[in-house]
């Protein structure tokens, strides 16, 4: 009697210890690449309406105060997988990383998830810690995409990235084991450059006018010499690759890539049946029309695929316990300071969007003003998972912000540092603190410094860094960035040399490594 008693004592244990593992919340993780968040209309776009993705914002939370720490692509899913800054997780820039580290995936999957990476990925290495796993090599293809595993690469004969990507992330919901939870990252390319959308999505846009920003002729004055350096501006650094420009009949191989990286000074476009030749502020004017509209046509995509993907948990039961969060990988800029792309500390490319759906404890329509970074996802999926979150993790879990409850010691400040210099874009490298109100900026290569008192100058436009009266925030914000700086462990590990790239290439270089 005692042994049975025993076993059913056992027994009764096993089956509560699983039923806890069974009610956990399963974690959709949908992260899209370049995404700026005021091209969400939840944010408040005036460019384009995403009803798929704001759906999350009136079922569930959105968060206004998400930023990344280093505003490029791959250090920024590095630092999501880890949990830790780029000076420690080991990738500063475009190069590999190290597949034996710990990841949160990692630390899921033995914490009893069933786990699967789809999409992009751009770290070089194969991903690790995931049960099931189909990635693009390097950047990808918009149309006809290779997507390999561990084993196998296959390529999709006339399909389209998104569509593809968001297929398999369902495939993978169909065919998981029901008795776990599962992870899912599901990584869009889109709307990533060179912006090339479907033909369903182009002939959406095709003749839209899109309003241009306040601060698309910014004229830089006040700022330092690396906003005037820089080579990411929509008006004389856009090749005609990015304009979609037809190139001469038989052009091929290098000749072709050479006259696509020309970045044109005029164009010639038809007009109502009439040549017309565009110069000066004209072709800057339709260079950011052509800019946008190619942008939110892939955006477009990646919203009805959302929807796609929110439906079938709604057909399958699993919405309820199933946290769906929607996010890009950094910000980016559309024409805001006559720039595309990211990499500066200003708001456009620093802010990320974050929108997160879950039932069970979130209140719909709910807005969360907290300071975010994006090595708090880490910690989140593992506090939401119940799996014990490592010391060495920087983040913190925003689990409590998700219910409302932001912690009375939450951080009223962040460190951001950005190395890729000169990089693609002769963007140089900076470091800064930002808080609720102000913003510090230092070009550390250029000893030049950035003060913006975001309160009264939310668009930056107005450097206060040695002006009369601003000595006393300055000193404040000096010594905050330099407490922040320590207490990241930031030591100028790399300040001063990065590896080399390792995240690009074809299949067979990536695969294995």
């Given at each position: 009697?005692?042994?049975?008693?025993?076993?059913v004592?056992?027994?009764?244990v096993?089956?509560t210890?699983?039923?806890?593992?069974?009610?956990r919340p399963?974690?959709?993780?949908?992260?899209?690449?370049d995404?700026?968040?005021?091209?969400?209309s939840?944010?408040?776009?005036?460019?384009?309406?995403?009803?798929n993705?704001?759906?999350?914002?009136?079922?569930g939370?959105?968060?206004?105060?998400v930023f990344?720490?280093?505003?490029?692509?791959?250090?920024?899913r590095a630092?999501?997988?880890?949990?830790?800054y780029?000076?420690?997780?080991g990738v500063p820039?475009?190069?590999?990383f190290?597949s034996?580290?710990m990841?949160?995936?990692k630390?899921l999957?033995?914490?009893?998830y069933?786990?699967?990476?789809i999409?992009?990925?751009?770290l070089?290495?194969?991903?690790?810690?995931?049960?099931?796993?189909?990635?693009?090599?390097g950047?990808?293809?918009?149309?006809n995409?290779?997507?390999?595993?561990?084993t196998a690469?296959k390529?999709?004969?006339?399909r389209?990235?998104?569509?593809?990507?968001?297929d398999?992330?369902?495939d993978?919901?169909?065919?998981?084991?029901?008795?776990?939870?599962f992870?899912?990252m599901l990584?869009n390319?889109?709307?990533?450059?060179?912006?090339?959308?479907?033909?369903?999505?182009?002939?959406q846009?095709?003749?839209?006018w899109?309003p241009?920003p306040?601060t698309?002729?910014?004229?830089?004055?006040?700022?330092t010499?690396?906003l005037?350096?820089n080579?990411q501006?929509?008006?004389?650094?856009?090749t005609?690759?990015?304009?979609?420009l037809?190139?001469?009949v038989?052009?091929?191989g290098?000749?072709?890539?050479?006259?696509?990286?020309?970045?044109p000074?005029?164009?010639?476009?038809d007009?109502?049946?009439?040549q017309?030749?565009?110069?000066?502020?004209?072709?800057?004017?339709?260079?950011y029309q052509?800019?946008?509209?190619?942008?939110?046509?892939?955006?477009?995509?990646v919203?009805?695929?959302?929807?796609?993907?929110?439906?079938?948990?709604d057909d399958n039961?699993?919405?309820?316990?199933?946290v769906?969060?929607?996010?890009?990988?950094?910000?980016f800029f559309?024409g805001?300071?006559g720039l595309?792309?990211?990499r500066?500390m200003?708001?456009?490319?620093?802010?990320?969007?974050?929108?997160v759906?879950?039932?069970?404890?979130?209140?719909?329509?709910?807005?969360?003003?907290?300071?975010a970074?994006?090595?708090?996802?880490?910690?989140t999926?593992?506090?939401?998972?119940?799996?014990?979150?490592?010391a060495?993790?920087?983040?913190r879990?925003l689990?409590p912000?998700?219910?409302?409850?932001t912690?009375?010691?939450?951080?009223t400040?962040?460190?951001?540092?950005?190395?890729?210099d000169?990089?693609?874009?002769?963007t140089?490298?900076?470091?800064g603190?930002?808080t609720r109100?102000?913003k510090?900026?230092?070009?550390?290569?250029k000893?030049?410094?950035?003060?913006?008192d975001l309160?009264n100058?939310?668009?930056?436009m107005?450097?206060?860094?040695?002006?009369?009266?601003?000595?006393?925030?300055?000193?404040t914000?000096?010594?905050?960035?330099?407490?922040l700086?320590?207490a990241?462990k930031?030591?100028d590990?790399f300040?001063?040399?990065?590896?080399?790239?390792?995240v690009?290439?074809?299949?067979?270089?990536?695969?294995?490594?």
């Amino acid at each position: 009697m005692r042994i049975l008693a025993s076993l059913v004592a056992v027994t009764a244990v096993v089956l509560t210890t699983a039923a806890a593992t069974d009610s956990r919340p399963n974690i959709i993780f949908i992260m899209s690449d370049d995404h700026a968040a005021h091209a969400i209309s939840a944010y408040g776009s005036r460019v384009n309406q995403t009803p798929n993705i704001d759906r999350l914002a009136r079922e569930g939370m959105l968060m206004r105060n998400v930023f990344v720490t280093n505003s490029i692509c791959t250090p920024s899913r590095a630092a999501i997988l880890t949990g830790q800054y780029s000076h420690l997780n080991g990738v500063p820039v475009f190069n590999r990383f190290d597949s034996s580290r710990m990841t949160v995936a990692k630390l899921l999957q033995q914490g009893g998830y069933y786990t699967g990476m789809i999409g992009k990925w751009h770290l070089g290495s194969d991903p690790g810690g995931f049960d099931r796993w189909e990635i693009l090599p390097g950047q990808g293809a918009y149309f006809n995409p290779i997507l390999y595993t561990a084993t196998a690469e296959k390529t999709y004969t006339d399909r389209y990235v998104t569509d593809v990507i968001t297929d398999l992330a369902i495939d993978f919901l169909k065919t998981r084991p029901r008795e776990k939870p599962f992870f899912l990252m599901l990584h869009n390319k889109a709307p990533h450059r060179p912006w090339e959308p479907d033909a369903v999505h182009r002939a959406q846009f095709a003749n839209r006018w899109i309003p241009e920003p306040e601060t698309l002729w910014d004229p830089y004055t006040t700022r330092t010499d690396a906003l005037h350096e820089n080579l990411q501006r929509v008006v004389a650094d856009m090749t005609r690759r990015d304009l979609k420009l037809a190139p001469p009949v038989g052009l091929a191989g290098a000749e072709l890539t050479a006259w696509l990286g020309v970045k044109p000074d005029s164009v010639t476009i038809d007009r109502n049946g009439t040549q017309v030749t565009l110069t000066g502020e004209a072709l800057g004017r339709w260079k950011y029309q052509r800019y946008m509209q190619d942008y939110l046509a892939t955006i477009q995509s990646v919203d009805d695929n959302v929807g796609r993907l929110l439906k079938y948990l709604d057909d399958n039961g699993l919405s309820k316990n199933t946290v769906v969060i929607y996010t890009s990988d950094q910000g980016f800029f559309l024409g805001d300071h006559g720039l595309f792309d990211k990499r500066f500390m200003y708001e456009e490319s620093l802010r990320m969007p974050f929108l997160v759906r879950w039932p069970a404890a979130i209140k719909a329509g709910a807005t969360g003003e907290a300071m975010a970074l994006n090595i708090d996802f880490a910690s989140t999926f593992l506090d939401l998972a119940h799996v014990p979150i490592p010391a060495d993790m920087q983040g913190r879990s925003l689990a409590p912000v998700f219910r409302g409850r932001t912690p009375a010691d939450w951080r009223t400040s962040m460190y951001y540092r950005y190395y890729h210099d000169p990089g693609d874009h002769n963007t140089r490298a900076h470091y800064g603190v930002r808080t609720r109100t102000h913003k510090l900026i230092y070009f550390w290569k250029k000893d030049q410094w950035e003060l913006f008192d975001l309160v009264n100058d939310p668009h930056e436009m107005n450097n206060l860094y040695g002006t009369p009266g601003q000595e006393a925030i300055t000193a404040t914000l000096k010594a905050e960035l330099s407490r922040l700086k320590s207490a990241m462990k930031d030591d100028d590990q790399f300040a001063n040399e990065q590896p080399p790239n390792g995240v690009d290439g074809p299949v067979a270089k990536l695969r294995g490594k």
